[in-house]
Structures are given as C-alpha cells and as structure tokens.
C-alpha cells in the first residue's frame, strides 16, 4: 500500500511516489538516494511496507518505510541543517515546554506550564490496525524513537511528528535512555556544528553480526545475550522478566523496570523485536572537505551495552557506542537495506574525520529562555496548534 499526497498541494508537491513531499530529506534532494530494502525500487516500498512522508504544508520533517504486519519501522531518513536551532540553538522549545504547548487548552496555560507530557499518539497516516501510545505497556521496552524528537525541535510540528507510535521501536530500556540517546545526541552534535547532514536509521531483524566487533571478541559482551532473530516479542520480555527476578540492582542483565508478560498487549505479544539498529551519516562535500560519512551498527542485547566500557581505559560509558561504529557496507549486507546517494568507495569504512570530533554536547543554550522554534501558533487553543500541524496526506 502506497500513501501519497496530493489534492490542493502546489504543483511543485504533486506526488508521484509517497516519498516526493519528504524529497529534501534525502542526499541530493532526490528520491532515487532514498534507503530500499532487498534492492526495491527507490520510489516503491518492498512488498506490503509502505512509504510515509510527514510533513505540514509548510515543512517536511522525515521519511519512513513502515511494516505494518509488525508494526515496524525499518528506516527513516532525515537532513539536519544547523540554521534551523539558530544562535545556541535558541530557535528550539525543551522537550518540557513543547509537552505543555500540546498539552494546554489555552495560552495562558501554556505559559504558566511546568509540567508537559510527551505527545505519543496513533499514526496519523496509516489507516486500519495501528498501535497506540500504549502497546508496549509491562514490556520494559521503551517507545524508542527512530526519528529523535531533539532533532526537530526547532519546530513544534516536526517535534510532535516523531511522537507518532509508527516512528518507536521498542527499545530495552537501557539501550533507548543511554547508548541509544548518547549516539542521538553525538549526531544532533555534528549535525549543528558541520552540518547540514543526513541521517539514515533503522531496524536489523536478521542475525547480528556480532563476530565484526571487537567486544564480543573480547569477551566484554556475550553473543548469547543479543535478542535472538526467531524470538517473538512475548518471549523477549519473558527472558527480561526471569533476568529482573534473578539480578541485583547494577547487574549488567537487570533491566531498568520489572516486565509483567501476563500483561503485555495482545496486539504486539507475536510480533518480531529486531537484533539490532543502525544509524548512517553522510556530510555532503564542501568547499574545504570532500564528503564524509559514517555507520553505527547497535546490537539490541539483554546486557546493558553501555556498561562495556568497563573493560577498557579511557572509555567512557556516554561514549560506549563508538564501539559499535561499522562499515556502512556491513549495515547494508546485515539489514538488507542499502543507501544509494552514498558513494561505494565510502561504504568500506567512511572517513577518519568523525574519529577526530568525537565531542558530544547538549547544543541548547543555558541563555535561550523559552526559545522560539518555528510553527509556532501565538495566543492559539490546544485545537488551533493540532490544526496547524495537521499533516498533509491523502490516500491513493
């Protein structure tokens, strides 16, 4: 199933593929550089996924093929540009006051907020059998963003987009809130300092490839303990429940909430858990440096991956998941994705620059007070800021 839009769009944002409204969020601006599955076509999603573009009239934010009989994102794709978080990143809302501005019924209580909630929320593009914000509930899985909501915090509708449940990946807690988030951040990072740069990040559903990393080969982490390829969701959480009973408080394989199977959604109970996850990284060439790109490959394991950096000196656990950084070539045998707007002769290994800027940040100010991301709707209703963020789409 293909979702496009069309209708009263200019004539420049009639859509031939799904894909054309997010073309900015793909290297060169062309669809043919977006990710495919299995040697797909660019402009068609492999057998029954589909292509979702999220974007309001205005802006596109993000692109995405979506398996809907596993409720799964496989990728995303998105372009980071620094312009748009501003002087210290003062053109964006905290995570906080962009939950109260979606939160409140009106202004003024959005200006006296303290207190705002993430907006997850059913797709608003995918018709029939959907998740709700609350599928994962008892799992200690966390609703793991694919597209992060920092990246887009420049501009409330994008920020609110990446809360859609099409866009989470049920992540183990201590994967999403720590190597996950710390790899996020290091990219949001590059992104405002060398950008603007491309993001490709997705789901592995075949068998890890543990054997190309140097900690499973060092014994600092245990092949054994990565979610098994055949496993269905019900039967990870079961082995996560035996491992919270049976551990202590700081033990590699506790995980950060106890999960209650008996609980679980039946909706989610068969569905497949991926082995792993990758982000992709490409900077377009520039007047003083040619292009540069990079690949992280992350195992989804029972052990708690930031926690490997133990075994060696002078590694930090924020910077464990450089351990994992991957040749893009491997990403794409392991995924079967593959990234065409990226040159082969940087799929072998990437470039060496990444490996010199390893320093992460927070890229918010301390200064910026409220912020002022775009889409914002002044002195508007909880309904008038949802109407402005409606998203374009119609169905083929």
């Known amino acids: 199933m293909v979702l496009f839009f069309s209708g009263m769009l200019p004539a420049h944002l009639v859509a031939q593929s799904a894909l054309d409204p997010c073309i900015d969020q793909f290297i060169g601006s062309a669809v043919e550089n977006a990710p495919t599955l299995f040697y797909s076509s660019p402009d068609e999603p492999f057998d029954t996924n589909q292509h979702l573009c999220y974007r309001t009239e205005a802006q596109s934010f993000f692109a995405m093929e979506y398996w809907p009989e596993q409720y799964a994102p496989r990728w995303v794709a998105y372009k980071i540009s620094p312009e748009q978080f501003g002087e210290g990143a003062c053109n964006t809302f905290t995570r906080n006051t962009a939950g109260c501005y979606f939160k409140t019924d009106t202004w003024d209580e959005f200006l006296a907020c303290t207190d705002g909630d993430d907006p997850f929320h059913p797709d608003l593009i995918i018709k029939g059998n959907k998740l709700d914000e609350y599928a994962f509930q008892s799992t200690a899985h966390d609703r793991g963003h694919m597209a992060p909501g920092q990246s887009f915090s420049w501009n409330v509708c994008g920020w609110y987009h990446t809360f859609t449940m099409?866009?989470?990946?049920?992540?183990?807690g201590l994967l999403n809130q720590r190597i996950w988030a710390d790899l996020e951040q290091q990219v949001l990072t590059w992104a405002v300092d060398e950008g603007p740069l491309y993001v490709m990040t997705g789901a592995l559903f075949s068998d890890f490839p543990y054997d190309?990393?140097?900690?499973?080969?060092?014994?600092?982490?245990?092949?054994?303990?990565?979610?098994?390829?055949?496993?269905?969701?019900?039967?990870?959480?079961?082995r996560a429940d035996t491992n919270y009973e049976t551990t202590m408080s700081g033990d590699i394989l506790r995980p950060s909430r106890n999960p209650n199977p008996e609980r679980m959604k039946d909706q989610v109970r068969n569905t497949r858990i991926p082995t792993g996850y990758y982000t992709v990284i490409y900077i377009p060439a520039t007047e003083h440096e040619g292009p540069r790109t990079i690949g992280f490959l992350i195992p989804h394991s029972f052990e708690s991956l930031n926690m490997l950096a133990d075994h060696y000196e002078g590694l930090s656990r924020s910077k464990a998941f450089w351990a994992f950084a991957a040749r893009i070539d491997l990403i794409e045998e392991a995924g079967g994705v593959q990234f065409p707007g990226i040159p082969?002769?940087?799929?072998?290994?990437?470039?060496?620059?990444?490996?010199?800027?390893?320093?992460?940040?927070?890229?918010?100010?301390?200064t910026c007070g409220m912020g002022t991301p775009?889409?914002?709707?002044?002195?508007?209703?909880?309904?008038?800021?949802?109407?402005?963020?409606?998203?374009?789409?119609?169905?083929?």
């Open 344 to 366: 082969d002769e940087l799929k072998q290994w990437g470039s060496d620059w990444f490996f010199s800027h390893q320093t992460s940040r927070q890229i918010r100010s301390n």
């Open 374 to 396: 775009q889409g914002i709707v002044e002195n508007s209703t909880q309904e008038e800021r949802f109407e402005a963020c409606k998203l374009l789409m119609n169905e083929e």
């Open 212 to 238: 190309k990393f140097q900690v499973y080969r060092d014994s600092a982490l245990h092949s054994e303990q990565i979610y098994p390829r055949v496993n269905t969701f019900e039967q990870i959480v079961r």
């Open 166 to 172: 099409a866009n989470m990946s049920p992540q183990r």
